[in-house]
């Protein structure tokens, strides 16, 4: 049987009359399971598009504020979701909580982005970062996921996630977003071993706060490695990648019963498929620069992929939108472990009714390449 999506839509619904449907097709894709239709998230899908997003935003004092009180920004996760039929919901916060956690002092810059006031420039800075205890100093991230967690119950899964150490490690040591990065570089070719202890330091914090947004309910987890792309080959191995694995295999001892599944992402990242693929992740996240037929051939059934389409294709007409899609899914080809997404995330200026559109376009294309 086929579900209603404006039953899933509605999110005004009580879960506890029964009368709700739960929509799991993007864990059965994660799990290469069949399926009537390609399913789709898209990345920062709760954000300044949307028009309900910015009014709630402009109440208070800054997004920092919005991540940080719980009831707000489950409101924020469940944004999206109440107005489109989207098939996963993701918890509304940001990777740089962690080096924030850690005593960075983050504050966002109107127009310029995140920017820290104790970015780390000695190599005492790195030997003397804390322990941090997710359940503490990152509360309010657990008490989000587990307020949204009683709101969707199991209509929609939600997606928790981390940056990895390597992109937050950027942050850290250039102190704001980059262009050159030349100061992580520079750690990178004369202090190898002190970048090596800072990563392993933000892995480690990254499982305990990973395991804890699993205990608090997620149903899936996303990796960012945003910056993963800037690194030569060997260098994203050992700089980027091993700390992801690290961290996944972590996950996995500690679920020997309920899995989790974990998706990769790096930005740039489509020549390292292969190894991607064998770090024990469930599904990479594409960009727009990747091919999604040849990555699929590279990858086989090892894991699923998801994404990616150009964001800025929300900025055409409809005819190209839908084009763009049947493009996406011809490439991915028939049958499951694919979820629809944009390669990175959606612009800040791109109508929502775009969106809409776009959901549109995947119900109606993707059944084709399904058979349930
Ligand atoms: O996807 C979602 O809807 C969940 C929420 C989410 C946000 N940030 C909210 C956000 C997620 C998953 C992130 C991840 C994130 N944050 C990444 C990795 C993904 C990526 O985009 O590459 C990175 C690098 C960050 C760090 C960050 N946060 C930057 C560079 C910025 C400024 C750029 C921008 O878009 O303004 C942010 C701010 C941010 N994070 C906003 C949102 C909705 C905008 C805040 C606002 O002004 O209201």
């Known amino acids: 049987m086929l579900e209603n999506d404006h039953t899933l839509n509605d999110l005004t619904l009580k879960a506890n009359d029964g009368s709700f449907k739960t929509n799991d097709r993007f864990l059965k894709a994660l799990a290469h399971q069949k399926l009537d239709r390609t399913p789709i998230w898209i990345m920062r899908q709760a954000g300044r598009y949307l028009p309900e997003y910015r009014e709630l935003r402009n109440k208070v004092k800054d997004f920092l504020t919005l991540c940080k009180t719980p009831e707000l920004a489950t409101r924020v996760t469940l944004q999206p979701v109440q107005r489109f039929p989207l098939d996963a919901a993701i918890v509304f916060s940001d990777i740089l909580t962690i080096p924030d956690a850690l ?10 982005g995140p920017q820290f006031r104790r970015p780390l420039r000695t190599a005492k800075d790195i030997e003397q970062l804390p322990k941090i205890d997710p359940e503490t100093e990152l509360r309010y991230v657990m008490d989000t996921i587990r307020m949204t967690k009683h709101e969707l119950s199991t209509r929609l899964p939600l997606i928790g996630f981390a940056g990895s150490p390597w992109t937050l490690a950027t942050y850290m040591v250039e102190g704001k977003g980059s262009k050159q990065f030349n100061e992580i570089k520079r750690l990178l070719y004369c202090e190898p071993a002190l970048l090596h202890q800072l990563l392993s330091h933000l892995t480690q914090a990254t499982i305990d706060y990973l395991n804890a947004q699993i205990a608090a309910g997620v149903d ?6 945003t910056w993963g792309g800037l690194l030569s080959q060997t260098h994203y191995f050992s700089y980027s990648l091993n700390y992801m694995q690290k961290i996944i295999q972590a996950l996995l001892l500690k679920q020997p019963h309920k899995k989790i599944p974990i998706i990769l992402f790096t930005k740039n990242g489509g020549l390292h498929l292969d190894e991607m693929a064998e770090t024990g992740c469930d599904a990479i996240g594409l960009d727009w620069l990747a091919d999604l037929q040849h990555a699929r051939q590279r990858v086989g059934h090892r894991v699923a992929l998801q994404g990616n389409l150009d964001p800025a294709t929300l900025y055409a007409n409809q005819p190209t939108i839908r084009s763009e899609v049947a493009n996406v ?6 049958g499951s472990g694919h979820i629809f997404n944009l390669g990175h995330g959606i612009p800040p200026d791109v109508h929502p009714d775009k969106v809409g559109f776009l959901i549109e376009a995947i119900h109606e294309l993707s059944p084709a390449y399904h058979s349930l």
């Open 329 to 334: 899914l011809r490439a991915y080809g028939k």
């Open 103 to 112: 005593g960075l002092g983050l504050h966002f810059v109107e127009n310029e």
């Open 220 to 225: 899936a987890l996303m990796i960012f490695d």
